[in-house]
């Protein structure tokens, strides 16, 4: 076991923990625009107190000068428009925002003094306080939290540290402490109170502009009493969306500049990180997090799996573990102290991109990013590799404590039975083994469905075979896929840079810098590229096609198996195209669209929904795709949606639970025609190989 090198007892000198000149200059950017915004949030609040006043004396005048029943109406109503439009731009500044989370749970130093004393050494190194409290939560994460509220802009606040059982789990000591070590860094900047600050700022600006539908609803509400209410409440209405208009443009700087600055502050914490725990600890750690998350997620996806038969885990955390070790020896990743070891190389090889790019709405800069900043001043240090769960006691009864209070929180389907880690390894390898295709392919035919137009299945003959079966699957060829799979990916990045959803101002595309005008270039570069190893692919699996046809002890059969493939593939094809189209409409609704074209869109929603849909979901019923097995109670669904006549749109509103139930519905129904299709699809590619004349299920020779 290597020897655990830190600078204990040190404290990181002020200079290796004050701000570099970029963060600075970010920094000054950020108070421009705050300053941007105050004067224009004042000059507004200027005109709003004006007008407030103008409509409050018109309103005492109606009522001074005519005590009538019209008059107490109009001046109440102006009075009224006066104190909203106060109301509207103050509601907001003195709001707390309490960081709520309903599965934490809260530790003390009785309970774990090592982990309390690594941690205390951890904030004397990088000079900042002990966090006031400490909680544990399931998630793949570490954070410092605290309730925000006005007055959190001035004064300071003690913060509270949360650690997910979800990153503990996957990651070693010296790893779990280049975590600590980052957030604790975050609050020894001096740029973090201009965070602080601009946070609020921004929380306050982001309620002012978006978060306003309870203020419209209120007014909506007393409009409803008079008409002469219902055309102040309209004013009113309209002139808060009036300010709104003026400080749109205003909060875009800031948050444009607030995120700037976040991502900097990531690389500032990085780097004292990196000086209290090692450079190449905090980038594995950062590595090992992306995939920890991945696994969490599957295991919590199993869950649903195991709902459905009334079982549930006693441990969540033990099953992440599981998925992670499954991922290890698929990947034949090394084993060390029981972990595989999830490197930074390793992390890059499954999650390459060719396409980079500043993205000015992140918050966090990659991981890429990360390395590169690091990589001039790594400061390595050797690794503890003892599981950072040494840190805490009676580890077993803490994991099962948090499982149960994930299914109070979050599940309430009856248990029967609760299972163990044994069960569930048994159940995920019985599980991934069953998905799994035969090795022999060497991945030709993962994470795809073959493409074969029916003419080619029709007429083999036609086909000119001119490879043996091992110079058809091989890892070249399993490799095509992957290349087309992160080319598509690399195009959406492209598009989006393009159609402006993505801001920015340029992008990397193979290690080269390329601006907006090369976009087209690129695109059309990448598209050619895509479209030849299609093709290239297309034709493999026509040559494989033929060559099991004419290696077939039953050639009628594989036919048949390939037709049923072709023929249902296409059937869920049109099945789908109808959900994508009805979703697009359900989409639109979200959109802002006026009145009378939701009237419109709801209309074609109901035209859909009884002539075509319900169709479908009969038939789908009716061919037994789904059945009482079936996940998501999807059959009884179906069978309570097609009892129903929905509205989805009345009395100029949208009836939210008829929209929301049949968008449900159809993502579930297209989840479950997709997992049929490549059911079926490992069926077929399963029985091709073992209706081979001589096949031993060991070796095909030339």
């Not at 779990?176 to 973090?192: D, L, N, P, V, Y």
């Not at 249902?568 to 989409?587: C, D, Q, S, V």
Request: charged share 20%; with cysteine.
């Amino acid at each position: 076991m290597q020897q655990f090198i830190t600078l204990r007892g040190e404290n990181l000198s002020q200079a290796a923990i004050s701000p570099l000149a970029s963060l600075r200059n970010q920094g000054k950017n950020l108070v421009f625009s705050i300053v941007m915004f105050l004067i224009t949030y004042f000059l507004v609040m200027a005109m709003a107190l004006g007008l407030a006043f103008v409509f409050g004396y018109l309103g005492f005048q109606f009522l001074k000068n005519d005590p009538g029943l019209i008059s107490l109406f109009c001046g109440g109503g102006m009075i009224f428009i006066g104190a909203s439009i106060i109301y509207f731009m103050v509601k907001f500044i003195f709001s707390v925002t309490k960081d709520e989370n309903p599965m934490r749970m809260e530790i003390r130093e009785s309970d774990h003094p090592q982990l309390f004393s690594f941690l205390k050494e951890l904030t004397t190194e990088t000079q900042t306080r002990f966090p006031k409290k400490i909680f544990l939560s399931a998630d793949v994460n570490a954070r410092v939290f605290y309730d925000s509220s006005f007055w959190s802009m001035f004064f300071p606040v003690r913060k509270n540290l949360e650690i997910g059982m979800g990153l503990v789990n996957c990651i070693n000591r010296s790893e779990f402490r280049a975590i600590m070590a980052h957030e604790f860094a975050h609050f020894s900047q001096g740029t973090m109170k201009l965070g602080t600050f601009t946070y609020n700022v921004n929380r306050v600006m982001n309620d002012l502009l978006y978060n306003n539908t309870d203020y419209e609803e209120f007014l909506k509400g007393w409009g409803k009493m008079h008409g002469v209410l219902a055309i102040c409440a309209g004013v009113t209405v309209r002139i808060s969306r009036m300010i709104q208009w003026a400080l749109r443009n205003v909060h875009h700087l800031i948050n444009k500049n607030y995120l700037a600055l976040s991502r900097q502050m990531e690389f500032e914490a990085d780097r004292i990180a990196a000086q209290v725990a090692g450079g190449n600890n905090l980038i594995n750690a950062l590595a090992r997090v992306r995939i920890a998350t991945d696994c969490y997620n599957e295991a919590i996806l199993h869950i649903a799996d195991f709902a459905r038969t009334h079982k549930a885990t006693r441990n969540i955390f033990s099953n992440q573990f599981s998925v992670l070790r499954f991922m290890g020896n698929q990947y034949q990743l090394p084993i060390i102290d029981g972990l595989p070891d999830v490197s930074y190389n390793f992390f890059q090889s499954v999650t390459s991109s060719r396409v980079q790019y500043d993205d000015q709405h992140a918050s966090h800069p990659s991981i890429k990013e990360r390395k590169e900043k690091l990589d001039s001043n790594l400061s390595n240090q050797t690794t503890d590799t003892i599981s950072a769960w040494s840190l805490f006691r009676n580890v077993s009864d803490l994991q099962e404590s948090m499982t149960a209070i994930l299914y109070q929180t979050k599940y309430d389907d009856e248990v029967h039975e609760i299972f163990d880690q044994p069960y569930y390894e048994k159940w995920l390898r019985e599980k991934k083994e069953k998905n799994n295709l035969p090795s022999l392919y060497k991945g030709f035919y993962d994470n795809r469905l073959m493409s074969l137009a029916s003419d080619q299945i029709d007429h083999p003959e036609r086909i000119i075979i001119t490879r043996s079966f091992k110079e058809l699957f091989n890892e070249d060829h399993a490799r095509i896929q992957k290349v087309i799979s992160a080319n598509e990916s690399d195009l959406k990045k492209l598009f989006g840079i393009k159609q402006g959803l993505i801001e920015a101002a340029h992008f990397r595309f193979d290690g080269k810098t390329y601006k907006h005008a090369d976009l087209a270039r690129i695109i059309a570069q990448l598209q050619k590229e895509t479209a030849d190893l299609l093709r290239h692919q297309r034709s493999l699996d026509m040559e494989a096609y033929a060559f099991f046809y004419f290696n077939s002890s039953n050639k009628e059969k594989l036919k048949a198996d390939y037709v049923n493939f072709h023929n249902t593939t296409e059937k869920y094809a049109g099945y789908l195209g109808h959900f994508w189209e009805a979703m697009e409409i359900i989409n639109s609704f979200s959109a802002g669209i006026a009145v009378q074209q939701a009237i419109v869109e709801a209309d074609r929603l109901k035209h859909m929904d009884q002539q075509v849909l319900k169709p479908i979901f009969k038939r789908l019923v009716n061919e037994r795709l789904i059945t009482d097995e079936t996940g998501s109670n999807l059959l009884s669904r179906i069978e309570s949606f097609s009892d129903k006549q929905y509205q989805y749109f009345f009395d100029e509103s949208f009836l939210h639970h008829e929209v929301s139930e049949l968008h449900i519905l159809l993502l579930n129904i297209a989840s479950e025609l997709n997992r049929h299709k490549y059911a079926l699809h490992h069926q077929l590619v399963n029985n091709q190989l073992k209706g081979l004349r001589n096949f031993t299920g060991i070796y095909i020779g030339q």
